[in-house]
């Protein structure tokens, strides 16, 4: 039984219900694809995680963010 987790920003970033229905098809397909596993089995999580819980290079993402021009 696989198990996928993917992990995104939450808050204004999060994906839209549909574009997590694509990503949990689309990984399912991959896997049974590439690894010929049986997707009735496989099992995919989307966790969303808050900006602020989230660090890159010592600063968390809501801070990189607000130093990026246009965002």
């Given at each position: ?34 690894l010929?596993?049986?997707p ?16 890159i ?15």
């Amino acid at each position: 039984m696989p198990y996928v987790n993917i992990k995104v920003t939450g808050g204004t970033e999060a994906p839209t219900p549909e574009q997590k229905a694509e990503l949990i098809a689309g990984v399912t397909d991959l896997l049974a694809t590439v690894l010929g596993k049986n997707p009735a089995t496989t099992v995919v999580v989307i966790d969303e995680v808050p900006m602020d819980n989230w660090g890159i290079g010592g600063e968390s993402v809501t801070v990189r963010r607000q130093q990026q021009p246009g965002k």
